[in-house]
């Protein structure tokens, strides 16, 4: 499945149990030229306290606690309105004809809640990596910090995103998002997701970026961010949790020997 580009293996293990899902086993389902290909790997399991609990894994392996544009395609596999347990908290789901809204529950901005290694100010951090300087930093079920530029295109995001991502100053890694403002109400984007690289799309990333341009005064929800993949549309209102609506589609199915991919993965 992907949104706007953003794709995922999505395997359904909520009737049926598997073989634990492992970094190796991720990794290896992950290459593109050896194995399946995708930015994320999402996991349905059953769960004893909500519909059905989701897990998503990045190309590298390491589980990340949220994914915008995955959680869309989840509700739209699953086809009708879920209460879902993931890492990142509690996510509503409301699929549409070719789509779905996602509630994303409420941005945290707390300098230990994104997580920051030592205390500071996230509304404009003092801190800057050469012409990228003072973002903002959100946790949507995952961290995120904010550069508004003049031309988020202009950015060298592939030689900039991974020295932000590894940066000390964020322990559990950061993802790095650039907008610039195309109108009252709309922002174009680009980001460097934590564990993928560049990607066309990201969910949790156009939703921490409406919501810091919202906080700065830059936009007025509901907010259009367009990334190279497409457009999604964000509602926040502050004291609120984040309303995502989008497109979602399915490319194909298929199966696999899950202990090809185990076997590759230990050896």
């Known amino acids: ?8 293996v999505v395997i359904d293990a909520r009737a049926a149990a598997i073989p634990a899902m492992t970094p190796a086993v991720a990794r290896a ?19 004893g306290t909500h519909d059905f609990r989701v897990r998503f894994f990045n190309a590298d392996g390491s589980e990340a606690g949220a994914c915008g544009n995955g959680s869309r395609a989840v509700a739209l596999l699953h086809g009708v309105p879920a209460v879902v347990e993931t890492q990142g ?9 070719g789509g779905a ?10 300098w ?18 050469e012409s990228l300087e003072a973002p903002m930093a959100v946790n949507v079920g995952n961290p995120h910090v904010i550069f508004f530029v003049d031309d988020a295109e202009a950015v060298e995001l592939e030689r900039l995103g991974p020295l932000i991502e590894h940066d000390p100053l964020f322990p559990e890694r950061v993802n790095v998002n650039v907008a610039s403002l195309a109108g009252p109400d709309h922002l174009r984007l680009r980001v460097w ?10 969910g949790t990333g156009a939703c921490a970026t409406a919501v810091a341009a919202i906080r700065r005064g830059l936009v007025q929800s509901p907010v259009r961010v367009s990334l190279p993949g497409g457009d999604l549309v964000i509602a926040w209102e502050p004291g609120g949790t984040i309303l995502m609506s989008g497109p979602a589609t399915e490319s194909f199915r298929g199966t696999f020997d899950w202990d090809a991919y185990a076997a590759g993965a230990a050896g």
Do not use: K
Request: glycine residues 14%.
């Open 1 to 8: 499945m992907h949104g706007l580009g953003n794709d995922f």
């Open 29 to 47: 389902l992950g290459d593109r030229r050896t194995g399946v290909g995708f930015d994320q790997l999402i996991l349905l399991e059953a769960s």
């Open 89 to 97: 908290g509690t996510l509503r789901l409301e699929p549409f004809d």
């Open 101 to 110: 809204r996602v509630d994303m529950g409420a941005p945290r901005f707390d």
């Open 112 to 129: 230990n809640a994104i997580p920051l290694a030592y205390p500071m100010d996230t509304h404009a951090m003092p801190v800057g990596w």
């Open 193 to 202: 997701e934590r564990g993928a690289g560049l990607t066309r799309a990201c």
